[in-house]
C-alpha cells in the first residue's frame, strides 16, 4: 500500500481546560492509504502518555519512515503490520490512525460499514456524554445550557480536579447540576487533579448528588493509592491515565470498577477491542473516551462503541468547523454511518482563518 | 437467517484413549445457515466440560429452538445473536458451531477467506502436532511412525496420565520418542490423570528429555495446588480443562504458563479472540487444541491459529473420511484455504458403512 499524512489544525469552539491545562487547537495528522485503488483514512491527535510525547510532526516523521516496508504489505495483512510497526517502534497515536485506515480500507474493500464488520449492534450504542471543561461557575452554567440545547446531550462529563481546590470543584459542579435538566445524568473527570484525602472527600460529595461514576481521582503513578479509595467507594471508579493497553487490565483490575479505552492511547481499533476484553474478563466495566479528534477518529471509536457501558465521544462536537462529516447525533448517541469503511468524508465547511 | 442443523458421523482412523477412556466414533452436527442467497456451514463436536454435556441431540435441539429468533437477524449481527444465545442458554459447542457459519457466511459475503477478514498473518501458523492416544508402548511405535511418515508432522502430542500409573507413562513416553524422528519435538498432555506426586515426578522425567511443554497435569477442580507445581516447574505448563472462556484467564495467570483455546469449549471464534486477547494481556502463551472435529470445525481453528504459539490441530488427519475439505497441510502444518469463507466444502468421499 501507498500511505501519505498531511497536518490539519482543529479549531475548538470552546478552548477545554482540565487539571493540567487548556488547550484551543490541535494540530491532528490525516493518514491516506491507498491500495488496489482504495483509498483508507484513519486520524490521529497529539497526545502524551507517560513519557511519550506524539504529534503531527512525530506521526509523520514515523510513518513515513515505514513508506517502504508498507509498500509490499497489503491493508488486511493487520497482524503482519502491528509485528512491523512493534519492531519500528511507532507511537500509538501514529498506529492508531494506520489502524483506522486499515479498517476504513477494508469496509470500502468489501462493501461494508466497519461497524457491521465487527458484528457490533448499533442498536446497544449507549448517549454520549458532552465534557465541559474547568471554568468559573457562571461560565460553566452559561455553557452547560448551551451545550445541551446544541447537542441534545443526556450525559454530561464534568471536569474536576481545579487548582483551585475542592471547594471550587464542588462549585463547578454544583453549577453543572443546576444549568443541566434533571434528565441528564453527570459523570466527573478529575483527571487525577485529587489527592487521596481530596478524592475521598468529593466522592462522598458527588455521591450524595446522583454522580454515575468518578474517572482518574488520583494521578497516573498513585495507583498503589487506589484500593484505599476503592475499598470505601460510593461511586464507581474508573482509570484513565493509569491505564493505555490490555496489559495495563490485569494489575487495575483490584482497584478500579471499569477503565477509559481511548483509540488514540490504545493504538487504534484492534487493541481497542483487545483491551474491552480483557477487561470484560476482569469483570470490569469499559468507557470509550477520546483526545481533540474531528468526526473521522470518532467514527473508529463509534464503530466498536456499542461494546462499551458509557460513551464520552464528544471532541468533534466542540469543532469550528468540523472537518470530516458521516456520523449522526441521534437523541444524544454519536452513530455510524451505514456507508462502508468508517463511513466519513471531507467535510465542505472551510476553517475559518487563524483560529 | 434460516438454521438447520444435520448430525454426520465421524469415524476415526485409530480410537483414540486418553486419561479418562476411549472413542472410535463420534456424531457431529452440521449447522448450516442461509440469508441473502448465501449459505454459511460451522460444526459442533460433542463436548463435556463440567457439568454440561453436549452432543448433537442437545445441539440440534438447542439451535433449533432459536429458529424463530433467528430469522430476524443477519449473519453479521454477532453481538445481537451473542446477546440472544446467552439468553437462551445455548452450550458452547452449540454456539460454536453457529457462529463458525457466521464467520463462513461473512467470508462469502464479501468475498474474502476468513484468516484475511480477522488480519491474521498465515505465514506465522506453527506447525500442529498430531496425537498418539495411551497404548502399550509397541502400539505407541507402530503408531507414532505411521502418523509422522503420512502426516510429516514436526510436533508429536503424547497422551500420558495411564490409568496403570507413571512407570506406563514413562515406558509410553519413551517408545514414543524413540520412534519419532529427532527433529519432531514432543509435547505431553495428562488430561488431569496426575497427582501433584506424580506429576512433580513426570515433569522432571520428561525435562530430562527435551519435551516442549505439558498440558494439563492436575484433574480440574485441583488448581489450589498448581501453584506448587508452577513454582518449581523445569517445562512450561499449560491448562486445558481448567479453562474454558477468556473469564477463567485471569484466576489461572499466575500458575500457568499457557492455556490451551479450544473453540469447541470457548463457543467459537470471538470467544476464541478474546481467550487470547485475555491470555496475552497476562503475558501467557496460547495453544490451540480440538476435539473430535473434521477439517470443517479445523478450519475456524485455522482462520486464527496464526495468533497462537503452539498448535494441536489434527483431528480431522485421524478420520476416514475426513467429510470436508478444503485446508492445506504443508510442512506439519494447517494452513486455511484462500477461498472466500471458510474455505471448506463437502468430501466427495463416502464413509464405509457402519463404522
Known sequence: MRVETTPFTLCKRYPLTISRGTSASTTNLLVRIEHDAIQGIGEMAPMTFGERQEDAVTGARELGSLAEALAD?????MQRMEALIAWADVGPAARCALDMALHDWLGKRVGMPVY??????PHRI????????????EVVRERVAELVARTGARRLKVKLGSPEGIEADQAIFTAAREAAPATVLIRVDANGGWSLRDAERMIAFLAERGVEYVEQPLAAGREDELPALFRARRLPIFG???SRTAADVPRLADRVDGVNLKLMKAGGIREGLRLIHTARAHGLQVMMGCMSESSLAIAASAAIS????????????????????GLALREGRVLPSDAPGLGVHPSETQAPPGC
Chains 1, 2 share one sequence.
Request: hydrophobic share 35%.
Open 73 to 77: 504489505i497489503a491493508p488486511w495483512e
Open 116 to 121: 457491521q464488520l465487527l458484528g457490533c449492534d
Open 126 to 137: 449507549e448517549p454520549t456524554s458532552v465534557t465541559v471543561g474547568i471554568n468559573p461557575p
Open 240 to 242: 484513565d491515565e493509569s
Open 306 to 325: 456499542s461494546y462499551a457501558d458509557h460513551l464520552d465521544l464528544d471532541s468533534h462536537l466542540n469543532l469550528l468547523p468540523d472537518h470530516f462529516s
